[in-house]
């Protein structure tokens, strides 16, 4: 959700709301949706190849989507208390669906799931993070993980490769400064929350994933070596420059575009950023490359932590939840998926069970494809990590966002950072708030 967009100053897109193509009319079942910032290009989309297509397939029904832009999560919340939310709830991820289903804010899914083919059409392991209390409460708009883009341009003209360690991640960070490349393209400029992107990383490609479901089932402390090791190594990241000067400063996608122009030499970041190849690799003659982060020792890799970028939700006040309903449903068609995949890739990676009746277009970036299919095999074999806005719960998630920062800034110790987070942690776990966990196998 709003974790991988991008807020597009003065474009004014706050209030702005999408209506389909036929007149408005008291007399259609209106159906609410509040939206993330989407920029001009992506909101057309959304109007052609849902909106529109939704509202003529179903003449009684009337879907409009207003974009509230980086305050959706605020206002989302403020709504909900007052019951005058949305009739679709879209949500930053399932930690979100947890509280929310707690304080009954949500309406159960299982029903529609049942009469309209959810439980046969989605993966099992995502059905099981949209429950609560076994039952079903949330739907992944997209499912994604975190790697490393690189340019492929940058690497073959210095003889570089992908590092797959640790060890020969840092010689190559070293390498690059010597260069005067910033070796992370990384800014958190239009979203706090990216600080989180690299805490998700060093868990699980440094404590690992096992210890990542230990300590998200309760079974050891966030205190755990594994887990100091992990944050000191970041911050030694943090201190050695790998960040650059200008992290507070820079959006995501002016980070983003970095490593397409040579200034930095790799992003670790999300496949949301699949979106952003397109806008500045062509034009700098460069060619992309996406891989795995390299794994510490006694970790296997890749890991690809797996996230669910945004949820969908029918509001338990809704006046029209089986109109909700239908548009959650258009969204996991299978020409929805081929259609604004085309268009649109790394934000909309529905987690549908079967892909051979979809098709994309010709021109959709092979990189991204292989992407996709490398983590849906990795899901498959039980080789995937934890990112931390998918599975930890919000005043945990909240806290972690705020407390790295303070560590790069020398206002926090790693001991400290880890014993808060524990504490927080296990506080809601004890109020019921930590989201649904799948048994590793």
Do not use: C
């Amino acid at each position: 959700m709003k974790r991988r967009t991008f807020v597009q100053a003065g474009l004014g897109l706050f209030t702005m709301s999408l209506m389909g193509s036929t007149a408005y009319s008291q007399d259609k079942k209106q159906i609410s949706w509040w939206y993330e910032t989407a920029a001009p290009e992506n909101q057309e989309f959304l109007k052609t190849l849902l909106v529109n297509p939704f509202n003529e397939a179903h003449p009684d029904e009337q879907l409009t989507i207003d974009f509230r832009g980086s305050e959706l999560d605020k206002q989302l919340r403020v709504a909900m208390l007052s019951g005058s939310g949305p009739d679709v709830v879209y949500t930053a991820g399932p930690s979100y669906v947890a509280s929310m289903a707690q304080a009954g804010q949500l309406l159960p899914l299982d029903d529609f799931a049942a009469s309209l083919g959810w439980n046969d059409r989605i993966l099992p392991v995502f059905l099981e993070l949209g429950k609560y209390n076994g039952k079903l409460y949330a739907l992944p708009k997209t499912y994604e993980t975190l790697g490393l883009f690189f340019n492929k341009t940058l690497f073959a003209a210095n003889g570089w490769a992908p590092p797959k360690t640790i060890a020969e991640f840092e010689t190559l960070a070293e390498a690059m400064k010597a260069k005067n490349i910033v070796p992370f393209a990384a800014g958190n400029a239009d979203w706090r929350p990216t600080n989180e992107h690299y805490v998700s990383i060093i868990l699980n490609s440094i404590a690992g994933p096992d210890n990542m479901y230990k300590a998200l089932k309760g079974e050891i402390p966030w205190t755990a070596e594994p887990f100091v090791t992990a944050i000191d190594t970041l911050n030694k990241w943090w201190q050695a420059g790998y960040f650059g000067p200008n992290y507070f400063s820079l959006t995501g996608e002016q980070a983003f575009a970095q490593v397409a122009t040579g200034q930095a030499g790799m992003a670790p970041t999300g496949t949301w950023n699949f979106t952003n190849v397109p806008r500045y690799f062509p034009q700098n003659n460069a060619e992309p490359g996406f891989v795995g982060f390299p794994s510490a020792e006694g970790v296997p890799y890749p890991i690809y932590a797996l996230g669910i970028g945004s949820t969908f939700s029918i509001a338990a006040t809704s006046q029209n939840p089986e109109g909700a309903a239908a548009v959650i449903d258009y969204v996991f068609s299978d020409k929805f998926y081929g259609d604004m995949n085309t268009v649109w890739q790394g934000e909309w990676n529905t987690p549908l069970r079967d892909l051979s009746k979809v098709s994309v277009g010709a021109e959709v970036l092979p990189l991204y494809t292989e992407t996709m299919k490398s983590l849906a095999e990795s899901v498959n074999a039980n080789q995937y990590g934890y990112t931390t806005w998918t599975f930890l719960p919000p005043a945990t998630d909240t806290y972690l966002v705020s407390g790295i920062e303070e560590i790069w800034l020398g206002k926090l110790t790693t001991a400290d950072f880890l014993a808060k987070l524990d504490e927080t942690f296990k506080q809601e776990q004890s109020e019921g708030k930590v989201p649904a966990i799948p048994a590793r196998a």
